[in-house]
């Protein structure tokens, strides 16, 4: 399995980027997909999530009405807009996947396959 996260760089604030997430060895409409951040020193933090078995799409409060999670199916690919980005927005963004679940899960170790991560840096 691999997850080919791209599209991080570094934006001031209040712009957008897209971050996209190319999947190989799975098909990302049968799993749980979701987009973790971490800075250095915390945790990863759940920011985006799909959830197969519920059929929506969860944000973190930190992100919602900003950002948005999408697929594209012919394209095995999901994706994150990041929209009005913040400072406290930086980090490393890491496209994870799951075995579809009956709920959603918004703890990284709760995720057993994880791309490289791109880097995201929102100036002031």
């Known amino acids: 399995v691999q997850l080919q996260a791209s599209g991080g760089g570094l934006v001031q604030a209040g712009g957008s980027l897209r971050l996209s997430c190319a999947a190989s060895?799975?098909?990302?409409?049968?799993?749980?997909m979701a987009w973790f951040r971490q800075v250095p020193g915390k945790e990863r933090e759940f920011v985006a999530g799909?959830?197969?078995?519920?059929?929506?799409?969860y944000y973190s409060d930190s992100v919602k009405g900003r950002f948005t999670m999408s697929e594209d199916n012919a394209k095995n690919t999901v994706y994150l807009q990041m929209n009005s980005l913040k400072p406290e927005d930086t980090g490393v963004y890491y496209c994870?996947?799951?075995?579809?679940?009956?709920?959603?899960?918004?703890?990284?170790?709760?995720?057993?396959?994880w791309g490289q991560g791109t880097q995201v840096t929102v100036s002031s």
């Open positions: 994870v996947a799951e075995r579809d679940r009956p709920f959603i899960s918004t703890q990284h170790y709760e995720y057993s396959n």
């Open positions: 060895g799975l098909t990302v409409s049968n799993y749980d």
């Open positions: 799909i959830s197969r078995s519920a059929m929506r799409t």
